[in-house]
């Protein structure tokens, strides 16, 4: 495989998700941070007029206007189609800073602790994501392909993009612990890469856990579209566990519970995210599975 | 005193708070939970174009434009501000279905519990605040005297106002567990006031702890009024707890501790409150004070 030449540090893809936001300019205000010898660090704040409103979004979701067709179709004119084709045009293929990797910093209000979410299964994502893991153990591995015919996500412009997402925070807030350990999984990519450009890779196991997303799950809804229900307590924050055939998920607003009525044990993560509710997603089933990473 | 005749709870004073919005929505649809052989029960939902588009407010915060002088203001013209004429003219002083009793339903991002915030220390609001604490010990007092010259909150509109602050729950999500405990806080204020009415007070205890506001603390912030820190990991959550003097409060982002130089004890509240990185507030110091309540 080529080196990495370009490497870019995405925060604030969704405007209210600080801790990527804070940490694009932490870098920016120290960018000795993140360069190193080997290649080309850059930072990019993708959304700043959502950032400006503290909103996710302007118009619509920037993490879902990067399919290749939307990129080259100038009848869509949202701020967020815009803005997308001027970061495809900067990082993406042939552009004016084409890069070959990019992490889109996310936060969310689910239990997610630090999660890498790769849509793709490429052996040097896979390779980086066990040694993150080997890092630190509490990393979680989400592999979730996207639904539409291509992929929509920013990280999706450059040959090996993947998303950091961590939680649980509340939109519009700040948590320390998970802004430090976030930023110190960043220098740890970036020692990856720099390893790796070096001809001295770093070891990483040959198997990998991975969660891979099977499905979403909606909330209940009535016919006018509203919920009818909420995350079950004994759901609310347990990304990632265990969830086993009639154990409850929801609790309606009258206090009766609804099971689980799958048939195998599954592990639910995006538990109770806010952004999910108006996407008809009260959480993603996910089973662990076993990969190599060579 | 006066019995008390018509009672309003209301909910999505801001629009992402869902707590308040939902519980309202449900008795909207089974009135009967809410009514009550001596007074009349009203519900309200105070911003919906705000609960539409999934934020706290469409122009500016609704839980500021009820000082008399605002609401008298022909000139003052967002979309807010009309809205609180309307609800004046509904259920304040002299209004079409003019209530005694309000209740303001709203959730914070800071583990605020359940807290019962007053603004005003009268008898009967301490003494349904004490049967509150009687009936759910993990209730909290919380008393906040208004800034501003004249009382700004929807609350100040009736006669015996208060509100209610849950959490922690992020915006635009619910919580299930924090949602029924709200719910059976409504069910006790009903039971209090019904008594009341019925001239067979339920008993409370002659002193209620109470937590009064002193200050509020800005984060640190540059020349721009950018933030420079985080709320330390230390305090995060910690809300009602025993801050002493000399222990951290913020982390920087580059990981310097500041620490709380005050020269004495406080229990700070609405620690990392989301709203309130707007309006230049970290937290509220608040002292526990002990007072009659009759």
């Known amino acids: 495989m080529n080196k990495i030449k370009r490497l ?42 959502a950032y400006e409103i503290g909103k996710r979004f302007v118009d619509t979701d920037l993490n879902r206007c990067f399919q290749r067709q ?18 495809y045009q900067t990082y993406g293929t042939k552009g004016t800073l084409e890069a070959n990797l990019m992490i889109d910093l996310h936060s ?44 929509p996500y920013l990280d999706s412009i450059c040959e090996f993009g993947c998303s950091i997402e961590v939680g649980a925070v509340a939109q519009g807030t700040l948590n320390a612990t998970l802004f430090q350990q976030t930023e110190e999984l960043i220098y740890a990519i970036l020692d990856y890469v720099e390893a790796y450009n070096k001809e001295t890779p770093l070891r990483v196991q040959d198997t990998l856990m991975v969660y891979q ?49 799958g048939d195998k044990v599954v592990y639910p993560v995006f538990i109770n995210e806010a952004a999910y509710y108006e996407k008809g997603i009260a959480m993603f089933m996910t089973l662990p599975i076993e990969i190599a990473t060579i």
């Open 8 to 49: 870019v540090i995405v925060g604030g893809t969704h405007g209210n998700e600080l801790t990527g936001i804070y940490l694009v300019k932490k870098f920016e205000r120290s960018p000795q941070l993140i360069q190193r010898s080997s290649f080309e660090t850059c930072t990019l704040l993708a959304n700043p007029k």
């Open 213 to 261: 997303s099977i499905r979403t799950i909606d909330y209940p809804r009535n016919a006018t579209g509203e919920i009818q229900a909420m995350i079950h307590p004994r759901l609310q924050f347990q990304d990632y566990q265990a969830l086993h055939p009639g154990e409850p998920i929801f609790l309606t607003f009258d206090g009766e519970e609804i099971v689980y009525e």
């Open 70 to 87: 939307d990129l080259h179709n100038l009848n869509l004119s949202s701020y967020e189609a815009q803005r997308a084709k001027v970061i």
């Open 108 to 151: 969310s209000t689910s239990n997610m602790g630090l999660t890498i979410i790769l849509a793709r299964q490429l052996p040097y994502n896979l390779q980086l994501a066990a040694y993150l893991t080997s890092v630190n153990p509490n990393v979680k591995i989400l592999y979730s392909e996207p639904q539409t015919l291509e992929n």
